[in-house]
């Protein structure tokens, strides 16, 4: 059984591109969550993604965009991105139909992203 | 507003001593707290949560917490540590006010020494 998995792993990009990172979640699970944990610190929530909708945002600007597609798969794109969006971003699934709030989130190993 | 403080950002044990993290969390209503542990270059492993049935929680690694609401606290404990416990670890809140979401401590980091 596959657990959650993203790609790329690393990516460097520079001021002002775009990116995109993929993630595929465990088997079963129907819902997304994207984090970032910038370089000694804890994740911070960025969204989730449940039924194909963005269900909570947290406090990111709107260059921060998602996806999900109708097989669970999501995407976060990060436009005009800033020497500050350098960070781990983390994937999570979780089964989102139940009590989603107790649900134990399974994480991917992350993209770093590195802007320069 | 949901928080979560982890006291200590960095703590140092020798191995077979005993492991204390503390953890503190602020929520209006009463919250699901996790445990989660990261390796160097590894996405985040759950060690344990909290969901409001026994309020000392036992975990993988033989680590446990102990749900204390009169102190706001979710301290992760381990008898005796071990040089593979060596990691970060974060605490974190999710439910009530704060909806879907999950909200971090800025995490621990475990040295165990030899």
């Known amino acids: 059984d596959a657990g959650v998995t993203q790609s790329p792993t690393h990516l460097i990009k520079t001021r002002g591109q775009q990116v995109t990172l993929r993630c595929s979640p465990k088997s079963g699970h129907d819902t997304v969550s994207w984090y970032q944990q910038a370089l000694g610190q804890g994740p911070q929530f960025i969204f989730q993604y449940y039924e194909e909708e963005e269900r909570q945002r947290g406090n990111f600007p709107d260059r921060f965009s998602g996806h999900q597609f109708p097989n669970y798969s999501s995407e976060l794109n990060v436009n005009a991105l800033l020497l500050g969006d350098s960070a781990l971003y983390l994937c999570a699934s979780s089964l989102g139909s139940g009590g989603p709030q107790s649900e134990t989130q399974y994480f991917g190993p992350g993209t770093r992203l590195l802007v320069l | 507003a949901q928080s979560v403080t982890q006291l200590g950002s960095h703590v140092s044990v020798s191995e077979g001593a005993l492991v204390l993290l503390r953890c503190n969390y602020s929520?209006?209503?009463?919250?699901?707290l996790f445990w989660y542990v990261q390796y160097p270059n590894q996405g985040l492993q759950l060690l344990l949560k909290?969901?409001?049935?026994?309020?000392l929680v036992k975990g993988i690694n033989g680590f446990e917490a102990e749900f204390k609401k009169s102190e706001t606290s979710f301290h992760l404990t381990k008898p005796s540590a071990h040089m593979s416990d060596a990691a970060e670890y974060f605490c974190?809140?999710?439910?009530?006010?704060?909806?879907?979401?999950?909200?971090f401590g800025a995490g621990t980091r475990l040295f165990v020494k030899a």
């Open positions: 929520s209006s209503v009463p919250p699901y």
């Open positions: 909290y969901t409001s049935a026994a309020t």
């Open positions: 974190a809140v999710s439910g009530g006010a704060g909806g879907f979401k999950t909200i």
